[in-house]
């Protein structure tokens, strides 16, 4: 067992947090690579080393946003760590199956998201929230949506502005074929006929459904 204050990455938890297999009680850190090396004298922990797997995230928001949690991964260790996430569920489950390697998809192809949208005294603030928080963390970009979809945020926190309340509403939207396709979440009371009116007149100029 290694009993210095330091630890190397040796493999990702199913939540992609890294733990270290050479010493006791270490903690798994979260946005670490395998082969990173990290110095756990210090709260929270540093990283002292990179990992050759270690790539650039693409969306600035990455580390903050919660939406995202392996985009600083190079993609051979990408697609390794998920195509283990299979073997292992697999193995728990006393099946066995060939599993073949990952089917990855280029970087803003996602045409679907689940965004919140929280009014403020100071502004309202859209996006995702911070991992393991309640804490909403406002985006004016997506880099892991398709075009249409990235550039429809500011026309959806419009859209979200003219709902009555003051109370989160959570929202999965669809890029289709024809349009965007959304489906609302809220606990706010029900909206009157003449405020759902301008939300419907709103959105059909806008391709909404």
């Given at each position: ?17 890294g733990i270290t297999d050479d010493r006791d009680g270490a903690p798994a850190i979260p946005f ?13 922990t540093v990283r002292t080393k990179d990992s050759a797997a270690r790539s650039d995230p693409v ?151």
């Amino acid at each position: 067992m290694n009993t210095a204050k330091t630890a190397v990455i040796s493999r990702l938890n199913a939540n992609g947090d890294g733990i270290t297999d050479d010493r006791d009680g270490a903690p798994a850190i979260p946005f670490s690579a395998p082969g990173d090396e990290y110095d756990l004298s210090q709260t929270p922990t540093v990283r002292t080393k990179d990992s050759a797997a270690r790539s650039d995230p693409v969306c600035p928001h990455f580390g903050t946003c919660g939406g995202c949690r392996l985009q600083h991964l190079d993609e051979e260790t990408y697609a390794a760590y998920k195509r283990q996430l299979v073997v292992d569920a697999l193995s728990a489950a006393g099946l066995e199956a060939e599993v073949t390697d990952l089917r990855s998809f280029p970087v803003g192809s996602r045409r679907r998201t689940t965004l919140t949208y929280q009014p403020g005294k100071v502004g309202a603030a859209m996006g995702y929230f911070r991992r393991q928080s309640h804490e909403l963390i406002d985006i004016q970009s997506c880099a892991v949506l398709d075009p249409q979809l990235a550039q429809a945020l500011t026309l959806l926190r419009a859209l979200c502005a003219k709902v009555p309340g003051k109370r989160p509403l959570t929202m999965t939207v669809l890029n289709a074929d024809n349009g965007l396709d959304i489906s609302w979440q809220s606990d706010r009371d029900q909206i009157k006929p003449a405020a759902a009116q301008a939300i419907s007149q709103f959105a059909a100029r806008n391709g909404i459904m």
